[in-house]
Protein backbone atom coordinates (compact mmCIF):
# COMPACT_ATOMS: atom_id res chain seq x y z
CA UNK A 1 0.00 0.00 0.00
CA UNK A 2 1.15 3.40 -0.45
CA UNK A 3 2.09 5.74 1.95
CA UNK A 4 0.16 9.02 2.94
CA UNK A 5 2.66 11.59 4.62
CA UNK A 6 1.45 15.17 5.22
CA UNK A 7 4.99 16.34 6.16
CA UNK A 8 7.78 15.03 3.14
CA UNK A 9 11.95 15.79 3.42
CA UNK A 10 15.02 14.34 1.65
CA UNK A 11 14.63 11.41 -0.30
CA UNK A 12 11.54 8.65 -0.43
CA UNK A 13 12.49 5.82 -2.59
CA UNK A 14 9.89 2.70 -3.39
CA UNK A 15 9.64 0.08 -6.00
CA UNK A 16 5.93 0.18 -5.62
CA UNK A 17 3.51 3.76 -5.59
CA UNK A 18 3.19 6.55 -3.52
CA UNK A 19 -0.07 8.93 -3.12
CA UNK A 20 -0.30 11.88 -0.62
CA UNK A 21 -2.51 14.62 0.31
CA UNK A 22 -2.15 18.13 1.74
CA UNK A 23 1.46 17.69 1.42
CA UNK A 24 4.30 20.23 3.75
CA UNK A 25 7.82 20.43 2.26
CA UNK A 26 9.84 20.60 4.86
CA UNK A 27 13.16 20.30 2.95
CA UNK A 28 14.27 19.66 -0.26
CA UNK A 29 12.52 16.56 -1.24
CA UNK A 30 13.10 13.80 -4.04
CA UNK A 31 10.37 11.00 -4.40
CA UNK A 32 11.11 7.87 -6.48
CA UNK A 33 9.60 4.49 -7.93
CA UNK A 34 12.03 2.30 -8.98
CA UNK A 35 9.36 -0.12 -10.43
CA UNK A 36 7.20 2.20 -12.38
CA UNK A 37 5.22 2.64 -10.10
CA UNK A 38 2.38 5.22 -9.95
CA UNK A 39 3.42 9.03 -7.76
CA UNK A 40 0.30 10.91 -6.93
CA UNK A 41 -0.97 14.30 -5.31
CA UNK A 42 -4.78 14.16 -4.74
CA UNK A 43 -5.02 17.32 -2.93
CA UNK A 44 -1.99 20.42 -2.02
CA UNK A 45 1.32 20.79 -2.23
CA UNK A 46 3.39 23.66 -0.29
CA UNK A 47 6.30 24.72 0.91
CA UNK A 48 9.49 26.70 0.03
CA UNK A 49 11.68 24.06 -1.10
CA UNK A 50 12.71 21.94 -3.98
CA UNK A 51 10.25 19.06 -5.17
CA UNK A 52 11.72 16.23 -7.82
CA UNK A 53 9.66 13.47 -8.74
CA UNK A 54 11.20 10.07 -10.52
CA UNK A 55 9.27 7.41 -11.89
CA UNK A 56 8.74 6.26 -15.18
CA UNK A 57 5.14 4.84 -14.65
CA UNK A 58 1.92 7.99 -14.24
CA UNK A 59 2.75 11.21 -12.08
CA UNK A 60 -0.51 12.57 -11.02
CA UNK A 61 -0.74 15.95 -9.69
CA UNK A 62 -4.26 16.85 -8.32
CA UNK A 63 -4.28 19.69 -5.99
CA UNK A 64 -3.01 23.45 -6.02
CA UNK A 65 0.63 23.46 -5.35
CA UNK A 66 2.46 26.42 -4.26
CA UNK A 67 -1.09 28.06 -3.14
CA UNK A 68 -0.22 28.98 0.34
CA UNK A 69 3.55 28.49 0.03
CA UNK A 70 5.08 28.48 -3.34
CA UNK A 71 8.01 25.95 -4.42
CA UNK A 72 11.45 26.80 -4.76
CA UNK A 73 10.98 24.56 -8.09
CA UNK A 74 9.35 21.26 -9.45
CA UNK A 75 11.04 19.04 -11.27
CA UNK A 76 9.36 15.60 -13.13
CA UNK A 77 11.20 13.22 -14.71
CA UNK A 78 11.53 12.30 -18.21
CA UNK A 79 9.97 9.22 -18.05
CA UNK A 80 6.26 7.90 -18.01
CA UNK A 81 3.41 10.27 -18.18
CA UNK A 82 2.28 13.28 -16.33
CA UNK A 83 -1.63 14.84 -15.72
CA UNK A 84 -1.70 18.19 -14.57
CA UNK A 85 -5.16 18.03 -12.88
CA UNK A 86 -4.47 20.99 -11.16
CA UNK A 87 -5.53 24.97 -11.85
CA UNK A 88 -2.20 26.07 -10.47
CA UNK A 89 1.16 25.27 -9.53
CA UNK A 90 3.13 28.20 -8.27
CA UNK A 91 7.16 28.24 -7.64
CA UNK A 92 10.02 30.89 -7.07
CA UNK A 93 12.30 28.57 -8.81
CA UNK A 94 12.16 26.37 -12.22
CA UNK A 95 9.39 24.34 -13.56
CA UNK A 96 10.07 21.18 -15.46
CA UNK A 97 8.17 18.80 -16.74
CA UNK A 98 10.40 15.79 -18.47
CA UNK A 99 7.30 13.49 -19.72
CA UNK A 100 3.98 13.37 -21.81
CA UNK A 101 1.69 15.80 -20.14
CA UNK A 102 -1.90 15.96 -20.30
CA UNK A 103 -3.82 19.02 -19.09
CA UNK A 104 -6.82 17.70 -16.86
CA UNK A 105 -7.82 21.35 -15.66
CA UNK A 106 -7.58 25.09 -16.99
CA UNK A 107 -4.29 25.70 -15.58
CA UNK A 108 -1.92 28.26 -14.41
CA UNK A 109 2.11 27.67 -14.24
CA UNK A 110 3.76 31.00 -12.44
CA UNK A 111 7.09 31.11 -11.57
CA UNK A 112 7.46 35.04 -10.25
CA UNK A 113 6.16 34.13 -6.80
CA UNK A 114 10.25 35.19 -5.83
CA UNK A 115 10.84 37.97 -8.09
CA UNK A 116 9.32 39.39 -11.60
CA UNK A 117 12.49 37.70 -13.18
CA UNK A 118 10.37 34.53 -12.54
CA UNK A 119 12.45 31.39 -13.98
CA UNK A 120 12.48 28.58 -16.78
CA UNK A 121 9.18 26.78 -17.46
CA UNK A 122 9.51 23.32 -19.76
CA UNK A 123 8.05 20.74 -20.88
CA UNK A 124 10.24 17.97 -22.07
CA UNK A 125 7.95 16.31 -24.65
CA UNK A 126 4.48 16.45 -25.68
CA UNK A 127 1.45 18.38 -24.11
CA UNK A 128 -2.20 18.15 -24.87
CA UNK A 129 -5.20 17.96 -23.37
CA UNK A 130 -7.31 14.95 -21.28
CA UNK A 131 -10.77 15.37 -22.55
CA UNK A 132 -12.31 19.00 -23.45
CA UNK A 133 -9.75 21.85 -24.45
CA UNK A 134 -8.17 23.10 -21.85
CA UNK A 135 -6.46 26.67 -21.30
CA UNK A 136 -2.73 26.94 -20.31
CA UNK A 137 -1.17 29.91 -18.78
CA UNK A 138 2.41 30.66 -18.70
CA UNK A 139 4.24 33.09 -16.25
CA UNK A 140 7.56 32.87 -16.73
CA UNK A 141 8.48 36.46 -16.13
CA UNK A 142 10.74 38.98 -17.50
CA UNK A 143 13.93 36.60 -17.62
CA UNK A 144 12.51 33.18 -17.38
CA UNK A 145 12.36 31.10 -21.00
CA UNK A 146 9.68 28.86 -21.74
CA UNK A 147 10.09 25.97 -23.97
CA UNK A 148 8.24 23.01 -25.28
CA UNK A 149 9.66 20.17 -26.81
CA UNK A 150 7.30 17.96 -28.26
CA UNK A 151 4.32 18.92 -29.89
CA UNK A 152 0.97 20.42 -28.32
CA UNK A 153 -1.36 18.58 -30.02
CA UNK A 154 -5.04 18.06 -29.25
CA UNK A 155 -7.82 19.59 -26.44
CA UNK A 156 -6.04 22.65 -25.58
CA UNK A 157 -8.05 25.69 -26.12
CA UNK A 158 -5.93 29.12 -25.29
CA UNK A 159 -2.35 29.29 -24.61
CA UNK A 160 -2.01 32.42 -23.19
CA UNK A 161 2.09 34.05 -22.42
CA UNK A 162 1.19 36.01 -19.48
CA UNK A 163 5.26 36.82 -19.39
CA UNK A 164 8.58 36.13 -20.52
CA UNK A 165 12.16 35.92 -21.25
CA UNK A 166 11.54 34.23 -24.84
CA UNK A 167 9.50 30.94 -25.63
CA UNK A 168 10.42 28.37 -27.93
CA UNK A 169 7.51 25.79 -29.28
CA UNK A 170 9.92 22.96 -31.13
CA UNK A 171 7.35 21.24 -32.17
CA UNK A 172 3.42 22.03 -33.70
CA UNK A 173 1.31 23.81 -32.09
CA UNK A 174 -2.60 23.33 -32.14
CA UNK A 175 -4.65 25.64 -29.76
CA UNK A 176 -8.25 25.65 -30.96
CA UNK A 177 -9.40 28.86 -29.59
CA UNK A 178 -6.31 31.17 -29.29
CA UNK A 179 -2.52 31.63 -28.71
CA UNK A 180 -2.23 34.91 -26.80
CA UNK A 181 1.60 36.89 -26.08
CA UNK A 182 0.42 39.26 -23.34
CA UNK A 183 4.06 40.59 -22.98
CA UNK A 184 7.90 39.15 -23.31
CA UNK A 185 11.12 41.44 -23.12
CA UNK A 186 12.24 43.58 -25.43
CA UNK A 187 15.19 41.36 -27.59
CA UNK A 188 13.73 38.19 -26.61
CA UNK A 189 12.63 35.44 -28.77
CA UNK A 190 8.81 33.91 -29.36
CA UNK A 191 9.75 31.13 -31.86
CA UNK A 192 6.97 28.39 -33.24
CA UNK A 193 9.24 25.89 -34.52
CA UNK A 194 6.54 23.57 -35.82
CA UNK A 195 3.21 24.46 -37.52
CA UNK A 196 0.89 26.92 -35.47
CA UNK A 197 -2.68 25.92 -35.67
CA UNK A 198 -5.33 28.19 -34.21
CA UNK A 199 -8.12 30.15 -34.47
CA UNK A 200 -6.63 34.07 -33.45
CA UNK A 201 -3.07 34.82 -32.57
CA UNK A 202 -2.95 37.80 -30.40
CA UNK A 203 0.65 39.67 -29.67
CA UNK A 204 1.92 42.37 -27.37
CA UNK A 205 3.02 45.79 -28.85
CA UNK A 206 6.59 45.56 -27.48
CA UNK A 207 10.00 44.81 -28.85
CA UNK A 208 10.44 40.81 -28.80
CA UNK A 209 11.39 39.16 -31.76
CA UNK A 210 8.91 36.15 -33.42
CA UNK A 211 9.31 33.61 -35.77
CA UNK A 212 6.64 31.01 -37.45
CA UNK A 213 8.84 28.20 -38.94
CA UNK A 214 7.00 25.32 -39.82
CA UNK A 215 6.51 24.81 -43.10
CA UNK A 216 2.03 24.75 -42.52
CA UNK A 217 -0.28 26.12 -40.04
CA UNK A 218 -3.27 27.65 -40.11
CA UNK A 219 -4.73 30.90 -38.09
CA UNK A 220 -8.35 31.25 -39.38
CA UNK A 221 -8.47 34.97 -38.04
CA UNK A 222 -6.31 37.91 -39.56
CA UNK A 223 -3.49 38.91 -37.22
CA UNK A 224 -1.75 41.82 -36.43
CA UNK A 225 1.87 41.63 -35.75
CA UNK A 226 2.55 44.32 -32.78
CA UNK A 227 5.57 42.95 -31.78
CA UNK A 228 8.28 45.92 -32.71
CA UNK A 229 11.37 43.32 -33.52
CA UNK A 230 12.00 41.36 -35.79
CA UNK A 231 9.63 39.11 -37.51
CA UNK A 232 10.40 35.78 -39.56
CA UNK A 233 8.34 33.16 -41.43
Known sequence: AAPSAPTLNGTISTSSSLSFKNVTLASSTILTSTGSGGIS???????????????????????AVGGSIPLASLTTNSGGSLAINTTSIKTTGAQSYGEAATLGANVSLDTTL????????????????????????????????????GAITTNVGTITITDSGGANFAGAVTASNS??????????SV????ALTTGTLTTAAQ???????????????????RNTGTLAF
Do not use: C, E, P
Not at 123 to 133: E, N, Q, V
Not at 207 to 225: H, K
Open 41 to 63: FSSTIDGSHDLTINTSGATTIGG
Open 191 to 194: IFGG
Open 114 to 149: GSSAGANIGFGSTLSGASSARNLTLNAGTGGQISVA
Open 179 to 188: VVISSTTSGA
Open 207 to 225: GYNMALNGASGTITNAVVF
